[in-house]
C-alpha cells in the first residue's frame, strides 16, 4: 500500500501524518509543492496541516494553486483517495475538491485542545472502523476552523449522509457542528481534528488510529 | 494601469473580526455603529493590455473565495 503527503512550504504536520500511514502499514513518499505529478499506483494521498504558504491570502487558498495540488485534483478526479487535515481541508476547500469554506473562528482565538467528536457516518473507508455515534477524543489546533456551507450545501451533505465527524461541543462556530465531511465518492475526507495526532499512545490518546488502520488494505490505486 | 480589488464576506456569512471591531467600538463609546463588515483591499500594478475581465479571472480564480467572499473592481 502506498500512500503520499504533500509538504508545503509552511507545513508542519507533514511527518505526524507520514507516521500515523507508516505505523497503519503503508510505505510513504513525501512529496513536495513544486513537483507536478504524484507517484505512480497511488493508494491515498494526505494533505497536511500546518500554514502553507504563511496561510497568506486566505488558509490554503494560495496552496491550493500549486503544481502538486493540480496533481491532486487529478488524482482524486480519477476516483483516487485523499484525506485532508487541518490546513489540508482548508486546501481542498479552496481546490473545489470538497464543498464549502472554512472561515476565521468564531470566538476569534486560535484553539488547541482535545474535543469530542461524534463519529456521524461509519459509510465510508475513512470512518468504517468506527460506529455511527461513536465518540471519540481527537486534538484540533487551529484558528480558521469554523466550516461554513450555504443552506443548500449543508442540506445536500446531510441528505448524501457526507458529514463525517461532527463536534460534540461546538468549538468554533462551525455550521452543523460539522468537523470533516466527505467527497460525493466518499473517497476524499476533509477534517479540521488532528487524527494523526492520536494514533499512538504517546500522544496520550489513540482514538485516531481507528481511521488509518481501517484504510489499509481496502484502498485501490488510481 | 493599476487596480483596486475590493474582497469582503458576503453578507450572511458570520464576520467574527468585524464583531469584534464594532464590540470594541462600542466599548469606547462610539455608539452609534450597528454593524462592522472587515474585508481586504488589494492594489494590482498592471501592464499594458490587462482587461477588467483579466482581473475578474484574477479574482474568480485566486483573490477571492466566492463560497464566501464577493468583489468589486475598481480600476484607477
Redesign the interface.
Known amino acids: 500500500m502506498r500512500a503520499a503527503v504533500v509538504v508545503f512550504p509552511g507545513s508542519n504536520c507533514d511527518r505526524d501524518l507520514a507516521v500515523a500511514f507508516e505505523q497503519a502499514g503503508f510505505d510513504v513518499t513525501m512529496v513536495w509543492h513544486k513537483d507536478a505529478s504524484l507517484p505512480e499506483k497511488l493508494d491515498i494521498v494526505g494533505v497536511p496541516g500546518g500554514f502553507s504558504y504563511g496561510d497568506y491570502l486566505r488558509c490554503g487558498a494560495i496552496a491550493a494553486q500549486s503544481p502538486i495540488c493540480k496533481a491532486v485534483v487529478e488524482h482524486t478526479v480519477r476516483g483516487g483517495y485523499a484525506m485532508g487535515v487541518c490546513n489540508g481541508f482548508q486546501i481542498l476547500t479552496e481546490t473545489g475538491i470538497l464543498p464549502g469554506a472554512l472561515l476565521r473562528n468564531a470566538g476569534l482565538k486560535y484553539i488547541c485542545k482535545t474535543v469530542g467528536l461524534t463519529v456521524a457516518t461509519s459509510d465510508s473507508v475513512f470512518t468504517q472502523g468506527y460506529n455511527a455515534g461513536d465518540v471519540i477524543g481527537i486534538p484540533i489546533a487551529h484558528h480558521d476552523g469554523n466550516y461554513y456551507a450555504d443552506d443548500e450545501t449543508l442540506a445536500m451533505l446531510r441528505d448524501q449522509d457526507r458529514v463525517a465527524f461532527t463536534y460534540t461541543e461546538n468549538p468554533n462556530g462551525s455550521r452543523g457542528d460539522i468537523a470533516g465531511i466527505l467527497s460525493e465518492n466518499r473517497r476524499v475526507l476533509g477534517m479540521m481534528p488532528h487524527p494523526e495526532r492520536a494514533a499512538d499512545a504517546g500522544h496520550g490518546g489513540t482514538d485516531g488510529a481507528a481511521l488509518f488502520r481501517a484504510l489499509a488494505g481496502v484502498l485501490t490505486p488510481a | 494601469m493599476k487596480a483596486r480589488v475590493h474582497v469582503m ?1 458576503k453578507n450572511g ?2 464576520d ?2 468585524g464583531e ?1 471591531v464594532r464590540h470594541a467600538l462600542g466599548a469606547m463609546g462610539f455608539d452609534k455603529v450597528t454593524g462592522v463588515r472587515q474585508g481586504k483591499v488589494i492594489d494590482l500594478d498592471l501592464a499594458e493590455g490587462a482587461t477588467e475581465a483579466d482581473v475578474a479571472e484574477m479574482c474568480e ?3 477571492a ?1 466566492t ?2 467572499e464577493r468583489y468589486e473592481i475598481e480600476l484607477v
Do not use: D, R, S
Open positions: 464576506l456569512v458570520l467574527p473580526q469584534a480564480k485566486l483573490l473565495n463560497v464566501i
